[in-house]
C-alpha cells in the first residue's frame, strides 16, 4: 500500500509538471485589502461623460505626413505632426534575435504600415458647443526638436476663433514621456473641453498562447488590476457597440502589454477620470483601444489657459525600472505589468536573488547555478531527513524481499509485516517523494522568471546557448545539425537538445541512489520516468532545464553523503 502511495505522488507530480502550462491558473496578484479586489466589467460610460474617439482607424494619413523626431538614450522614432500621434518608435537597447545585426525592436508603427498601433492625444467638446478642435487632419506646428532627454518641444495649433491648443512633451532616460496638453483662451466666451488620450493597436497580435502569460489590454484602476485579452475584448465589444470595459475615479493607469513590451497611459492621478478599453472590426481588421479622459470638463474663461499634465510610457518592461517608477513618480502598482503569477511571493523574490547575481556573476545561467545551491541549502534540513529514510529503505530491501517470499501467499500479513518492519527502523516508505513536492513550487516560479522577465530574453550561458530563456538549440534528431531538415516541425517532440539529455542523465543517477518500488511493474514504471521527464522538458526554456540539471546533481551528492553515513549504522540495524 505503502509503494502505492508513492507511486500515485510521483505521478501526481509528473501530471502537475506536464499540465502546467495549462493548468495552471492565469495571473494572480498579491491579496488586498477588502476594499481592493478585482475591478467587474461596467461596460457602459457614465451619463455626461467625455466622449473619446472610439477604436476605429482615421483615414489613413499620407507617407509625406510632417514628423517631428525622437532621438532619446533608449528610444529613437519621430510623431507624426499630422493628427499628433506617436506613431513610430523603436528600442535602442533590444534586438529581434540574438544576433547583434538583427533589426532592433520596433514597438510603435504607423498607419501606413502592417502593424498600426500607436499613442494619441486630444481634446473633445460637450454636445452642443461650437468650439472647433483639433482632429486626425490636423497638422501641428513644432517647436524645437528633435525630441530628447532635457529636450522637450511643444506641438501648437491655432484653431482661427481664439483658442490655441499645445502639447508639450519631454521624454527621460528611459521609456516615460511626460505630456502638457493645455488650452489658451483668447476669445470673448468661455471654452469647455475634455483632454483625452488613447493607445490604439489596429491589428491582433500574434502572442505566445500559454495560459500563464497575460498579453492584451491591461490597467489598475482604484489599486485594482484589470486584465483583458484580446479575446475577451472582441467578446464584450459585441455587446455594447465596442465598449469593452470602463470604469471612473482617480489615478491608475491603463494600456497595453505584450510578453516583453508595454504602452501605458498615465493620467493626472489627482484629477477624476474615465478609463475604457475598446474593440470594433472594420473592414475585416480589429481595431482595440484603451483610452483615458477627464471626467470633468475644463473651462478656460476669456484670456485664461488651463492644462491637462499625463505620463506616457513605451518600452521594456524591465522589474526594476517599473519598481522605481512605481515608487518615485507614485504610479499605482506599475510593477503589475510584469505577469508573476500565483507565486508572486516566490517568484519576484527569486528574480531579485537572480538579478542580483547576475550583477556579481556576470551570467545569468551561473547565478541560476548559484541560486540553486542556495535553494537547497534552505532545504537541506528536511531533505536529509527523507534521504536518510530512503537510505534505511535500501538497506532494508534485502529483508523486504525475504519477507515478500516468506509471505508470498498472504498479502495482507506482507503489509503488515513491512509496515511493523518500517516503523521499528523508523522508515518513511513515501518519503522519497518528498524533495520532489518540495521542489515543484521552486520550479513553477523559476519557470515564471525565465519565461516572463525581459532580463532573460537572449541571456547567453556558455557554448550554444545563447538564450537561456529558449529551448536549447541542438537536436539529436538532427544529429546536432549534421542532417538538414526540422522533424520537430511534423513532430513537435522531436526536438531534443544536449541540456534535456543531460538532465534525464542525471535522473537515472538520481535514480539508482534511492530504492525501487518492490512491485515490479511499478519499477519498471519508474525506469520510464527519467525518459518522460526529458521529452517533456525539452521544450521548456533552457534555463529551467539548466537548473533541474544541476539540482539534480546536487541532490545526488546530497544523497551519496547521506547513505554513506548510513552504511555506518548498517550493522546496528542488522541487529535490530
Not at 365 to 374: C, H, R
Amino acid at each position: 500500500m505503502d509503494q502505492k502511495r508513492l507511486f500515485l505522488a510521483m505521478a501526481i507530480s509528473v501530471a502537475i509538471l506536464a499540465g502546467f502550462q495549462l493548468l495552471l491558473p492565469k495571473h494572480a496578484t498579491p491579496p488586498l485589502p477588502p476594499a481592493q479586489q478585482t475591478v467587474s466589467a461596467a461596460p457602459s460610460l457614465p451619463a455626461g461623460s467625455p466622449v473619446v474617439p472610439g477604436a476605429q482607424p482615421a483615414a489613413a494619413p499620407p507617407r509625406e505626413a510632417p514628423r517631428l523626431p525622437i532621438s532619446a538614450p533608449r528610444l529613437q522614432g519621430s510623431i507624426n505632426l499630422l493628427g499628433a500621434k506617436l506613431d513610430d518608435l523603436v528600442l535602442r537597447d533590444y534586438h529581434e534575435t540574438v544576433a547583434k545585426t538583427s533589426p532592433l525592436v520596433r514597438l510603435l508603427e504607423p498607419q501606413t504600415e502592417t502593424q498600426p498601433y500607436y499613442i494619441q492625444f486630444g481634446w473633445t467638446a460637450p454636445a452642443g458647443a461650437t468650439v472647433k478642435l483639433p482632429d486626425n487632419t490636423t497638422v501641428w506646428t513644432a517647436s524645437g526638436g528633435p525630441l530628447a532627454s532635457g529636450h522637450p518641444v511643444t506641438l501648437s495649433w491655432d484653431n482661427g476663433q481664439g483658442q490655441t491648443f499645445q502639447i508639450g512633451l519631454s521624454v527621460d532616460d528611459n521609456y516615460m514621456f511626460s505630456v502638457r496638453q493645455s488650452v489658451r483662451n483668447a476669445g470673448t466666451a468661455p471654452v469647455a473641453v475634455y483632454p483625452w488620450s488613447r493607445i490604439s493597436r489596429d491589428y491582433t497580435p500574434q502572442t505566445s498562447g500559454y495560459y500563464i502569460l497575460h498579453e492584451g489590454l491591461l490597467g489598475v484602476f482604484d489599486r485594482r488590476l484589470k486584465e483583458m485579452t484580446y479575446k475577451t475584448a472582441r467578446a464584450d465589444s459585441e455587446k455594447t457597440g465596442g465598449l469593452a470595459f470602463s470604469t471612473q475615479g482617480q489615478g491608475g493607469w491603463a494600456g497595453i502589454t505584450d510578453k516583453y513590451w508595454l504602452t501605458a497611459l498615465v493620467p493626472d492621478q489627482a484629477t477624476a477620470n474615465v478609463a475604457a478599453f475598446r474593440h470594433v472590426t472594420e473592414n475585416g481588421a480589429d481595431h482595440y483601444q484603451t483610452d483615458f479622459a477627464a471626467q470633468d470638463p475644463e473651462v478656460i474663461a476669456p484670456g485664461a489657459e488651463a492644462a491637462y499634465q499625463s505620463q506616457v510610457f513605451a518600452g521594456a518592461k524591465e522589474v526594476h525600472l517599473l519598481d522605481r517608477y512605481e515608487r518615485t513618480q507614485n504610479i499605482p502598482l506599475f510593477s503589475y505589468a510584469v505577469d508573476f503569477g500565483w507565486f508572486w511571493f516566490l517568484t519576484k523574490p527569486f528574480f531579485y536573488a537572480i538579478d542580483w547575481l547576475n550583477s556579481v556573476l556576470g551570467n545569468f545561467g551561473l547565478a541560476i547555478l548559484v541560486f540553486t545551491v542556495f535553494v537547497k541549502a534552505l532545504f537541506f534540513p528536511l531533505a536529509s531527513r527523507s534521504y536518510r529514510s530512503m537510505s534505511k529503505m535500501k538497506l532494508l530491501g534485502p529483508k523486504v524481499q525475504a519477507l515478500r517470499e516468506r509471505l508470498k501467499d498472504d498479502p495482507a500479513r506482507i503489509q503488515s509485516e513491512m509496515m511493523a518492519l518500517y516503523r521499528a527502523e523508523k522508515v518513511n516508505p513515501a518519503s522519497g517523494c518528498l524533495p520532489m513536492l518540495i521542489q515543484i513550487p521552486v520550479f513553477f516560479s523559476l519557470y515564471k522568471v525565465i519565461f516572463v522577465t525581459i532580463e532573460m530574453r537572449q541571456a547567453p550561458f556558455f557554448g550554444w546557448i545563447h538564450d537561456l530563456s529558449a529551448v536549447d538549440p541542438t537536436n539529436v534528431f538532427t544529429l546536432f545539425g549534421l542532417i538538414p531538415w526540422n522533424p520537430a516541425a511534423l513532430l513537435p517532440f522531436l526536438h531534443l537538445g544536449i541540456w534535456p539529455l543531460i538532465m534525464g542523465g542525471t535522473m537515472v543517477l538520481q535514480q539508482r541512489m534511492n530504492p525501487p518500488p518492490a512491485d515490479p511493474a511499478q519499477a519498471r514504471m519508474f525506469q520510464f520516468m527519467p525518459i518522460i521527464f526529458t521529452f517533456m522538458l525539452a521544450g521548456f526554456p533552457v534555463g529551467l532545464v539548466i537548473y533541474w540539471s544541476w539540482n539534480n546533481l546536487l541532490t545526488v551528492a546530497q544523497q551519496w553523503f547521506i547513505q554513506r553515513q548510513t552504511r555506518l549504522g548498517e550493522p546496528r540495524m542488522a541487529r535490530t
